[in-house]
């Protein structure tokens, strides 16, 4: 496994659970957003990729590639925290798309963890084959967009029957699981969060993440990007609670 860090605890991105998360390196999307610009760059990549999503050549700080974090470290300190801390985050980048996941987690909930996994949901095939080998605890997907601005949010023309079918498998696992939207006003309106609405009808719980410029972005120029004001966000989830059993923003 690919791995770019690791936060030693969160009391707040694994609910109910004390935990760690484990950040895996490289990313299939170029969301504009993205605060994570050192795990979404994949180390080797042509000239054309580097570029940022507006076509501009990346910055210094972008084109760093990310340090990896060794996974016998990783495991040493899982081994040392078994039984006292109580699951693993494993976010992005984007963890499904490296072919030994399945392998990597069950080697940390061979250590009594459970486990949370972060996917934007391009890799349904991957998702289905953890959910079979009972490998995941809790499921959380972004949904970026409606299918017409997929493209836009995220930097790449894919497959958005993807994105539906891996809405589908993560709604009927059994867990717990929640999707999540980054909101801003330059990317999506309330129209778009209406169409996503319709998309996720009936599904548990849906949190609108308010836009934050504080850190780099994969889009240096989204730093100049407004949020949505707490009032606007307040308006966006009565629109969600129309259609999921709990919306939020955070
Ligand atoms: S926000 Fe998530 S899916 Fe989008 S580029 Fe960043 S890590 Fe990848």
């Known amino acids: 496994m690919l791995i770019g860090?690791?936060?030693?605890?969160?009391?707040?991105?694994?609910?109910?659970?004390?935990?760690?998360?484990?950040f895996t390196s490289g990313?299939?999307?170029?969301?504009?957003?993205?605060?994570?610009p050192s795990l979404v760059w994949p180390s080797k990549e042509t000239e054309s990729d580097k570029k940022d999503t507006a076509?501009?050549?990346?910055?210094?700080?972008?084109?760093?590639?990310?340090?990896?974090?060794?996974?016998?470290?990783?495991?040493?300190f899982l081994e040392k925290r078994a039984?006292?801390?109580?699951?693993?985050?494993?976010t992005g980048g984007e963890p499904t798309i490296q072919a030994n996941l399945p392998e990597f987690i069950k080697k940390i909930k061979d250590l009594g963890y459970a486990v949370k996994l972060d996917t934007n949901g391009t890799n349904p095939e991957m998702i289905k084959k953890l959910l079979k080998?009972?490998?995941i605890d809790y499921l959380a997907m972004d949904l970026k967009a409606p299918e017409d601005k997929y493209e836009l949010?995220?930097?790449?023309?894919?497959?958005?029957?993807?994105?539906?079918?891996?809405?589908?498998?993560?709604?009927?696992?059994?867990?717990?699981?929640?999707?999540?939207?980054?909101?801003?006003?330059?990317?999506?309106?309330?129209?778009?969060v209406e169409s996503m609405g319709k998309l996720l009808a009936g599904a548990d719980k849906w949190y609108?993440?308010?836009?934050?410029?504080?850190?780099?972005?994969?889009?240096?120029e989204f730093k100049a990007e407004k949020s949505?004001?707490?009032?606007?966000?307040?308006?966006?989830?009565?629109?969600?609670?129309?259609?999921v059993k709990l919306c939020a923003w955070r």
């Open 83 to 90: 039984g006292k801390l109580d699951g693993i985050v494993i």
């Open 153 to 192: 949010v995220t930097g790449i023309n894919m497959n958005f029957q993807k994105i539906k079918e891996s809405v589908k498998i993560i709604r009927e696992s059994g867990l717990p699981y929640e999707f999540r939207t980054t909101i801003l006003p330059v990317l999506l309106s309330e129209k778009d």
């Open 133 to 135: 080998a009972n490998l």
């Open 27 to 36: 990313c299939n999307f170029r969301c504009q957003f993205c605060y994570n």
């Open 208 to 220: 609108l993440q308010k836009f934050k410029a504080d850190t780099e972005l994969v889009n240096p």
């Open 55 to 76: 076509g501009h050549p990346r910055s210094k700080e972008q084109d760093n590639n990310p340090s990896l974090y060794s996974e016998d470290d990783l495991f040493h």
């Open 5 to 22: 860090g690791l936060e030693k605890l969160t009391l707040i991105d694994y609910p109910g659970k004390v935990a760690a998360i484990v």
């Open 228 to 243: 949505y004001s707490s009032k606007d966000m307040d308006g966006l989830v009565v629109i969600g609670k129309k259609y």
